[in-house]
């Protein structure tokens, strides 16, 4: 079952995180989208590393980007998923 299934990954990284570079969410896409799955990565600007779990967890805009992006998978059919990024 799970071999037919098309999953769509989302990977959410605030651009001023200083504890875990940015650029390690497109080095994890990169291998995600290698083993042939579909990943979409969300840049959030002015969001550092406690800002996304704060954001996450009380409401703010990395959680506005991932709600977005979890609505927004309602419409894509199989089209190819995209970078995000609203800098």
């Known amino acids: 079952w ?10 959410l990284h605030g ?7 940015f650029t390690s969410t497109a ?14 990565e969300i840049y959030v600007p002015k969001t550092g590393h406690k800002d996304t779990v704060i954001h996450l967890m ?4 990395a959680r506005e980007e991932s709600v977005e992006w979890i609505r927004s998978l ?4 199989d089209e ?5 990024s609203k800098l």
Do not use: K
């Open 74 to 77: 309602d419409n894509m059919s």
């Open 27 to 40: 080095d994890a896409a990169r291998v995600l989208r290698s083993c042939g799955l579909q990943v979409e």
């Open 80 to 84: 190819q998923p995209r970078q995000r």
């Open 2 to 11: 799970w071999a037919n299934q098309r999953f769509r990954i989302g990977l």
């Open 15 to 21: 651009i001023e995180d200083e504890t875990v570079p």
């Open 58 to 61: 009380l409401g703010g805009r």
